[in-house]
């Protein structure tokens, strides 16, 4: 990004091959590179996304920082301090990205691997700061909905999943209002550029699956609801189908077989991971995953570099895992962080609604919960 782009750190392989000057020289150069290096970076009026400027534009960079070098402090080219090759030779580029293997991820995991909570709170100031918003659209009273209940309080409590675990249902249920405020910040009319409709943020080809009857209006969240429980229900079914082997291994390889703290812990966010990737990435990403703590062998070296996969943690290193191995081509940045963003989301209800608000807000259900912690 072109913001801001002053204040990064200059390429040391530049700024070897700048002559000696003295201060104010080399900030006359370096005004005169700026200035050559911003109209390079900008094609038709566009930013540039990529740092990586192509070979060619990089030679072009350097031969006329050299040649702005000698007009800007009548240098001689031929001298030891203008010894600045102009045209140098044009480096090879790989004709394929190297993918790392399990040992490297593991080697750098230390201070490449975020836990799951530092993940969570790199999101928090932006929720918080979205929350008025949130609440304006989240009091508004659920269209259709019999009991006529806020949106925050109908997503909180009319999710239904009978053929899914009873601890994955109430997880997810606990999660559903922060989805929204994710997705869509709660507003009925959110159209995203992908073509996602409503406070949910359905695409038109999976209402089109699950939507409970033909004429059924998208952006109805009654009908959302609806559509979101087929929806989980043939995740989960997928899964399982798909992958519960590797589920197992999980299971008993990081939560010492415990079924709640398993299905609370990982498998729900899993299940949520798939709204945004899919669940034939997701069996793939996990079926990836137990291949590679098949035991507990791995998980030592892990330790040993100060990660506890425990927990929500057990999840972000699967996500950690999946992005730097590329478990599957669908499982990219915006995957592997969806689920730290819903929980960001809900942490900030948790934190800056009162009693009063979640009362009103979100139900009787988030007072239960607030005690029984």
């Not at 020289?25 to 590179?33: A, H």
């Not at 943020?201 to 004429?215: G, I, L, N, S, Y």
């Not at 899919?278 to 703590?293: D, L, P, Q």
């Amino acid at each position: 990004m072109m913001e801001g782009y002053n204040e990064k750190p200059k390429s040391p392989a530049l700024e070897a091959e700048l002559p000696a000057l003295d201060p104010e020289q080399r900030k006359d150069l370096r005004s005169l590179l700026g200035s050559l290096i911003g109209r390079e970076r900008l094609r038709n009026g566009e930013e540039v996304e990529s740092e990586s400027v192509d070979l060619d534009r990089r030679n072009f960079i350097r031969g006329s920082a050299a040649a702005l070098a000698t007009t800007a402090v009548g240098l001689n080219p031929d001298s030891a301090e203008a010894n600045v090759e102009t045209s140098p030779r044009p480096q090879p580029r790989p004709e394929t990205e190297t993918k790392l293997t399990v040992e490297e991820v593991i080697e750098n995991i230390d201070y490449e691997y975020e836990t799951f909570a530092d993940a969570v709170a790199a999101h928090l100031e932006h929720f918080k700061r979205d929350l008025p918003y949130i609440l304006e659209k989240g009091k508004k009273i659920t269209l259709g909905d019999k009991e006529e209940r806020t949106r925050l309080r109908y997503l909180r409590e009319a999710l239904e999943l009978p053929k899914v675990d009873v601890v994955v249902e109430e997880t997810i249920r606990r999660f559903l209002p922060a989805k929204a405020a994710a997705e869509s910040s709660l507003s009925a009319d959110r159209e995203s550029s992908a073509g996602a409709l409503g406070i949910l943020q359905f695409m038109p080809e999976t209402w089109k699956e699950h939507a409970r009857r033909e004429d059924a209006n998208i952006l109805s969240l009654v009908e959302q609801v609806y559509a979101t429980e087929s929806l989980i229900t043939q995740i989960d079914r997928t899964l399982q189908n798909k992958c519960a082997d590797a589920l197992f291994t999980i299971k008993e390889v990081f939560f010492a077989g415990d079924e709640e703290s398993f299905n609370r812990d990982f498998y729900s966010l899993v299940i949520m991971n798939a709204f945004n990737a899919g669940a034939g990435t997701m069996s793939s990403v996990v079926n990836e995953f137990a291949k590679i703590f098949p035991d507990t062998t791995q998980v030592t070296q892990v330790l040993e570099k100060g990660i506890l996969p425990y927990g929500h943690d057990v999840y972000k290193l699967m996500a950690h895992f999946g992005f730097k191995l590329k478990f599957h081509e669908e499982y990219g940045p915006e995957s592997s962080n969806y689920v730290i963003k819903i929980f960001a989301a809900r942490e900030v209800l948790d934190r800056y609604l009162t009693d009063e608000q979640k009362l009103a807000l979100l139900g009787p259900e988030e007072l239960k919960e607030s005690s029984a912690t």
